[in-house]
């Protein structure tokens, strides 16, 4: 895989993320001044939701895949023109820290073989495969980050298109603490949190081929705790349904991050009294419920367990 070949992946793969990121926000959050970080982590959610739903009628082949990458290029133009700019300068930077990521390593070794990369290919050549754990046990321990990669092999970038995801995801993660350590200053202890979490990152997560499934998932711990933080004294209910939607994605990513809601739970039981209905019942939280569903009916399907491989739930 070329240098030139993967700047040109990882530009379209995090120019489809952004662009579905900045819509999801506008229809289902609507929040403002939303960084480019935040926007290329929504269009994550966004779009594995979709390829998670897709995935129960179609498998993810490469001519299906390039809805991915031309709906979100024409959906971008709907949204605020004003961050193009600085939107374009950001996607040349994360496009050539990729280059610079990959091109240092000549295999991504943690589990790939066993885990991730056969279930990528399953997902590019059948529909939601019922019993499928019965074959090997390690089709039950998927996630949803083998989805985002997935989506990604389609007739322009080849099988190519399935490295370049997990770096765009990688990098919005890191930007977006990084960020808040500098956004924040004035909060202290806040500011000084986003300086302990980036840099752990930057010191134990730095290498591609080190990557697995687990380091997704404890970055986004950071993020949940940093919301949580930040909002202990004052809900806001988008705040809420935001922090929810990180726990479940990195649930999805891990069954073990299920334990992050207990953070969510406490803002909940120090705050429902005041904002019960906004806190329950509004259009992200819904999102959020039907992607927890469909994630539990497709372990189901596959493993019989909801949670698989927790006896009890099976």
């Given at each position: 895989m070329g240098y030139i070949t993967i700047f040109f992946v990882s530009f379209f793969c995090g120019f489809s993320l952004l662009a579905s990121g900045k819509i999801f926000n506008k229809y289902l959050i609507n929040e403002d001044n939303v960084s480019f970080f935040e926007n290329i982590i929504f269009g994550c959610i966004v779009l594995t939701f979709l390829a998670l739903g897709i995935n129960f009628f179609f498998s993810l082949n490469e001519k299906l895949n390039l809805i991915f990458i031309i709906l979100p290029f024409f959906l971008y133009f709907f949204t605020d023109k004003r961050e193009t700019k600085n939107d374009l300068k950001y996607l040349l930077l994360?496009?050539?820290?990729?280059?610079?990521?990959?091109?240092?390593?000549?295999?991504?070794?943690?589990?790939?073989?066993?885990?991730?990369?056969?279930?990528?290919?399953?997902?590019?050549?059948?529909?939601?495969?019922?019993?499928?754990?019965?074959?090997?046990?390690?089709?039950?321990?998927?996630?949803?980050?083998?989805?985002?990669?997935?989506?990604?092999?389609?007739?322009?970038?080849?099988?190519?298109?399935?490295?370049?995801?997990?770096?765009?995801?990688?990098?919005?993660?890191?930007?977006?603490?990084?960020?808040?350590?500098?956004?924040?200053?004035?909060?202290?202890?806040?500011?000084?949190?986003?300086?302990?979490?980036?840099?752990?990152v930057l010191i134990n997560m730095n290498r591609y081929s080190s990557w697995g499934n687990d380091d997704y998932g404890s970055i986004l711990s950071f993020l949940v705790i940093l919301?949580?933080?930040?909002?202990?004294?004052?809900?806001?209910?988008?705040?809420?349904?935001?922090?929810?939607?990180?726990?479940?994605?990195?649930?999805?990513?891990k069954s073990f991050y299920i334990i992050l809601f207990l953070l969510p739970f406490i803002l909940f039981l120090k705050h429902f009294r005041i904002h019960y209905n906004e806190l329950i019942f509004n259009k992200l939280n819904l999102f959020n419920l039907l992607f927890v569903i469909f994630w539990l009916i497709k372990n189901f399907l596959t493993t019989s367990c909801f949670i698989f491989p927790i006896t009890i739930l099976c």
């Open positions: 994360f496009s050539f820290l990729t280059v610079l990521l990959i091109s240092l390593e000549n295999t991504n070794r943690p589990d790939a073989g066993l885990y991730h990369l056969p279930y990528i290919g399953i997902l590019n050549e059948s529909n939601l495969l019922v019993g499928i754990s019965n074959l090997h046990f390690r089709f039950g321990h998927t996630s949803i980050i083998q989805y985002l990669s997935a989506i990604y092999n389609n007739i322009v970038f080849t099988s190519n298109g399935i490295l370049v995801p997990s770096s765009i995801f990688y990098l919005a993660l890191l930007g977006y603490l990084i960020n808040e350590a500098i956004k924040k200053r004035n909060d202290k202890v806040y500011s000084f949190l986003s300086i302990i979490f980036s840099s752990y919301n949580c933080y930040q909002n202990f004294n004052q809900l806001k209910f988008r705040s809420f349904a935001k922090i929810l939607l990180f726990c479940s994605f990195a649930f999805f990513i």
